[in-house]
């Protein structure tokens, strides 16, 4: 079973234990179930429930680590939620944080024989992938945004008026095709990656299974070739 059909049934389980809970009821007295003792501390009782908690996550991390998926679902019921907003309170967007807590996911179940329960709590291990996204998510944005103030300068330096703009940016989108469609299969392949999925080479290597330093080589070669083929068909 893949990741991310068990990430889209921990979703599920999880909606449907948060619709299923009613509302917890009290007494009249507002008092609650367990026993306190006279100087307001709670009673000796707790602590074997304490143990017995810690007794389950344990359990739950060393089946999860196994390749467990129930305990993969269990994990995400527990810790997706506080993902999901370490990542939305820092990049701002709830939809963009969602696409992170499935990275972090996803980057959990194919690396769980990684995890080491003596280092920390499932939880901790979870919010350090989710850190190490949510930097990937910043840096593809800040060079998304480079990447689309260069076009756009470039192309208004080419075009003065709005229309002409457009109809040079569909030019160059067109030419751009057809010449990656002119590279070397490796080349092409590893700069549509690149240009259309705004992947990093460490990603593209990987989705490739090519040495990092063979996608290095490609993205070099086919940029100087799309360059220099761009620019000898300018007018």
């Keep these: ?43 000796s009782a707790s602590a074997p429930a304490e143990d017995a908690r810690i007794r389950r996550e344990q359990a739950i991390a060393a089946s999860f680590r196994a390749g467990d998926e129930e305990a993969f679902r269990q994990l995400y019921e527990q810790w997706a939620g506080l993902v999901h907003t370490i990542a939305r309170r820092t990049l701002g967007d709830s939809f963009e944080a969602e696409d992170v807590a499935q990275q972090v996911f996803i980057a959990a179940w194919r690396n769980r024989r990684g995890y080491r329960p003596v280092r920390g709590t499932a939880g901790s291990w979870l919010v350090g ?80 299974g090519m040495p990092l330093g063979t996608v290095k080589s490609h993205a070099r070669r086919g940029m100087h070739t799309l360059k220099r083929r761009l620019e000898s068909s300018d007018p």
């Design 129 to 208: 992938i989710a850190r190490h996204k949510i930097a990937d998510a910043l840096t593809a944005r800040t060079r998304r945004a480079r990447l689309a103030a260069s076009v756009e300068s470039e192309l208004e330096a080419r075009s003065p008026t709005r229309d002409g703009h457009l109809a040079q940016q569909a030019v160059d989108r067109v030419a751009v095709q057809h010449e990656l469609e002119q590279l070397p299969p490796a080349q092409r392949a590893v700069l549509r990656l690149a240009f259309y999925s705004d992947l990093p080479q460490t990603q593209i290597a990987a989705c490739l």
């Design 1 to 43: 079973m893949t990741s991310s059909r068990l990430l889209n049934q921990g979703r599920g389980a999880a909606a449907a234990k948060a619709t299923g809970m009613g509302t917890a009821t009290s007494t009249g007295t507002g008092t609650s179930t367990g026993t306190v003792t006279g100087t307001g501390h709670a009673t």
